[in-house]
């Protein structure tokens, strides 16, 4: 569930939330961030980020989690996992929400390791103000 907490007045765009991720790249200099713009309707945004949410709960033994596919199978269930599926493999959905929520998924790709450091969002209301949100797990 997405809380707003606090405005701003801006010109970005409007009826949307901008998820910002944060990724680990390699060693403590790797810091590196994506972003994306999702409709305020999108009725997959809450398990997208619930999943999201998950991949940043460190695995026993492990001070954080390599993102590669055997680690997301282990940090998802079932459920969870086949869905999310969808933004790790080759994208190939006509659902234009799934569509909208599909961000490339930043794999080792030469680097020692990558792991996802978790998510920031803000929402931006139909007059362009922006507003802190607070995301939490629904129960």
Request: net charge negative; proline share 2%.
């Amino acid at each position: 569930m997405i809380t707003i907490l606090s405005a701003k007045k801006t010109t970005s765009p409007k009826n949307r939330y901008k998820i910002t991720h944060d990724w680990m790249l390699g060693d403590s200099d790797g810091n590196t961030t994506s972003t994306q713009l999702i409709n305020k309707h999108n009725p997959h945004l809450d398990r997208f980020l619930s999943c999201c949410n998950k991949l940043t709960k460190s695995l026993p033994g492990t001070w954080a989690n390599i993102l590669d596919t055997s680690t997301i199978e282990k940090c998802l269930d079932d459920d969870d996992f086949e869905f999310f599926g969808q933004f790790i493999d080759e994208f190939n959905s006509d659902d234009e929400d799934i569509q909208e929520l599909y961000f490339e998924v930043i794999t080792e790709q030469g680097h020692t390791f990558v792991s996802y450091q978790g998510f920031e969002v803000v929402y931006y209301d139909e007059n362009g103000n922006k507003f802190n949100c607070k995301w939490t797990q629904n129960k």
